[in-house]
């Protein structure tokens, strides 16, 4: 199997991917190169070689599963500056507020 350049051009395109020519030849060659690795693992006899599951042969230290709380889960109105009935409570805007508005010089 091989990937064209023109391969590469059009999954460039639906990726949404600028490459120019010379971008999409080069591409080309280091996915063949891939390619030809991946096909040459592939022809390796591993038909008497033994599973493993790590590279070392020291396991890994197990240690019990114990719940605790989260430390980090914090109730809302902990972090409130005021909270009353499941809301936050925010001061009002002067500017919203029509005496403040009057006392700029606009009207209610």
């Not at 120019?20 to 006899?45: F, P, R, Y």
């Amino acid at each position: 199997m091989s990937v064209s350049p023109e391969e590469v051009a059009r999954i460039a395109t639906l990726a949404k991917l600028q490459l120019t020519a010379d971008e999409a030849v080069e591409m080309s060659q280091q996915l063949n190169s891939i390619l030809g690795h991946m096909d040459a693992l592939s022809k390796v006899d591993v038909a008497g070689a033994p599973a493993v599951a790590s590279v070392t042969d020291t396991a890994a230290p197990v240690r019990r599963d114990a719940i605790a709380p989260d430390v980090l889960a914090r109730d809302a109105a902990d972090g409130a500056p005021d909270w009353r009935e499941g809301f936050f409570v925010v001061p009002r805007l002067a500017a919203l507020d029509a005496d403040a508005l009057a006392v700029e010089g606009g009207s209610a």
